[in-house]
């Protein structure tokens, strides 16, 4: 059975600190890693990786990703209160099907 | 360009009916994946549709069960509800299938309430 581990549970920062968040995976068939951001509902579309070792940025954030160890990790750089949220890693395995991890609650305090 | 929509934001049944839950994807996209999110759980995908057809599966009973249309909107129908299927639903959309790598984005979601 396809698996998606995040880590840590939750954690509480102050503005202006980096985080950084793991996401360790076990999927047959693996296409891609895919980062969401949830605040009240909708998870919001982060990053997608297929690709080992290529680091993907958009502003603050940025997420790597290691095939042969089975982990990505989500960085977060100058936190700021809005970043605030659950950020939920999944794996696109086949069958488009997503398998998501429990998410990892962060809490960015002024 | 307008986002995933589902109606209605909020649905309370009691045990023993059925639900049914809409959806449509961002214009252009032909995948349509329905997912539960049940307090203390993690999403769990439910469904799949493209071009009309269930093309993948959760673990979830036949109770569970949809359709997607000719605009390529779905439903989701969830018979003989039980109390444990309370839970928020998601449904999220992708482009085509093939080799995969699309990424599938959400919509706001139906919040089911058992009684």
């Known amino acids: 059975e396809d698996k998606v581990v995040q880590s840590p549970l939750s954690l509480v920062v102050h503005e202006g600190d980096t985080v950084t968040l793991n996401c360790s995976y076990e999927?047959?068939?693996?296409?891609?890693l895919l980062w969401y951001k949830q605040e009240k509902k909708a998870p919001t579309f982060l990053f997608m990786l297929t690709s080992s070792g290529i680091e993907k940025k958009s502003g603050r954030l940025s997420s790597i990703l290691d095939k042969k160890e089975l982990f990505s990790i989500l960085n977060i750089t100058a936190t700021q209160t809005g970043d605030s949220a659950i950020y939920l890693c999944?794996?696109?395995?086949?069958?488009?099907?997503?398998?998501f991890g429990g998410g990892t609650r962060v809490l960015v305090k002024p | 360009e307008a986002g995933v929509t589902q109606s209605p934001t909020h649905l309370i049944k009691t045990r023993g009916q059925q639900a049914t839950l809409r959806c449509s994807p961002i214009?252009?996209?032909?995948?349509v994946y329905w997912y539960q999110q049940a307090l203390g759980l993690g999403l769990q995908f439910l469904l799949w549709y493209d071009e009309g057809e269930e093309r993948n599966r959760g673990n979830f009973p036949p109770r569970f069960s949809g359709r997607q249309f000719p605009n390529y909107s779905s439903e989701l129908n969830v018979n003989a509800l039980e109390l444990e299927d309370s839970a928020l639903y998601l449904c999220?959309?992708?482009?085509?299938?093939?080799?995969?790598?699309?990424?599938?984005?959400f919509g706001p979601g139906t919040r089911l309430t058992v009684t």
């Open positions: 214009s252009g996209h032909t995948s």
């Open positions: 999944a794996v696109e395995a086949a069958g488009n099907k997503l398998t």
């Open positions: 999927v047959t068939n693996f296409r891609s």
């Open positions: 999220a959309s992708s482009q085509t299938i093939g080799a995969g790598g699309y990424e599938q984005y």
